[in-house]
């Protein structure tokens, strides 16, 4: 089980040689899909489970907690940024400067904890503060130049998004194949791809880059961004049920809600671009 965020890769669960569900990096490497084999499940020969039962397994109450520690950490840190610094026209690039400062603090320690095999709860809830500061600047600056009607539109989008996908999942209406992992990656490789490619041109050709953020290509990238963050909450989703059913340790509740909070920050964010290019000013 891995984040969600299209920047990191994800890894199924195995068992490791002390007969615990941990991370395996062969699956991503191999291309085989992480949800295709369960190691805990019973043997067909003999009837009997593969691994002997234990206490410190996750559970459905670890990821919720540890989900609610994270979300309420970018929440209580977006709003005293959004109260501690309020945006001002006159001196905006300040406030932007000091938004991306967190920004890019939040994804070397996303990157860090990515690339770390065991969750590591000091650095996911500094991902989360550092994430929710930058959150706090933007959405102020959003409800400044856009209206609060923008933030508050993205806040409820993204709720609506995790509800319905979450009824989905539950009604076994989305169904996470090798299939649906192979196209989600493959279309969230090419999605990142391109708005790297839009970005490097706003910067180097100044503008609008190449017009993937602004206008009627706008509207379309953000309802795509939108959908390819909702097909990660069905991953998401798929990760923590078979954790839950493989017997994963419990510290990797945490990861679980690393990945969710990675999924939601990126719902939000395209729901706010998507909502300031529909209220008509770009």
């Known amino acids: 089980m891995r984040s969600s965020n299209p920047v990191f890769s994800r890894r199924g669960f195995s068992r490791d040689n002390g007969g615990y ?23 067909v020969t003999t009837g009997m489970p593969q691994a002997p039962a234990r206490a410190d397994v996750m559970t459905m109450d670890d990821v ?21 610094m309020p945006v001002d026209p006159a001196n905006v690039n300040k406030s932007y400067g000091i938004a991306i400062g967190a920004a890019l603090v939040a994804m070397v320690l996303g990157l860090v904890q990515s ?11 500094a991902y989360a503060a550092f994430e929710g500061f930058f959150l706090g600047v933007l959405s102020a600056a959003t409800s400044t130049y856009f209206g609060a009607g923008v933030v508050i539109q993205a806040v409820l989008g993204t709720m609506c998004v995790f509800a319905s996908v979450l009824f989905a999942y539950k009604m076994r209406w989305i169904r996470v194949t090798r299939r649906f992992y192979g196209f989600v990656m493959a279309a969230a490789m090419g999605f990142m791809l391109l708005m790297v490619a839009n970005l490097l041109f706003s910067v180097f050709a100044g503008g609008d880059g190449l017009g993937f953020r602004s206008g009627g290509l706008g509207i379309l990238f953000g309802i795509v961004g939108v959908v390819l963050g909702a097909c990660f909450l069905a991953l998401d989703f798929k990760q923590v049920e078979d954790g839950i059913t493989y017997g994963a340790p419990r510290d990797e509740a945490w990861l679980a809600a690393f990945g969710l909070t990675l999924t939601l920050v990126w719902i939000y964010l395209e729901l706010l671009r998507l909502f300031q290019i529909l209220s008509g000013d770009d």
Do not use: E
């Open 21 to 43: 569900a941990g991370f395996d990096a062969q699956h991503q490497q191999a291309g085989t899909n992480p949800y295709a084999t369960n190691p805990y499940a019973a043997d």
């Open 64 to 84: 919720v907690s540890r989900t609610a520690m994270t979300l309420g950490t970018v929440i209580l840190t977006a709003t005293i940024a959004w109260i501690a």
């Open 115 to 125: 690339f770390k095999r065991k969750a590591s709860p000091p650095i996911i809830l």
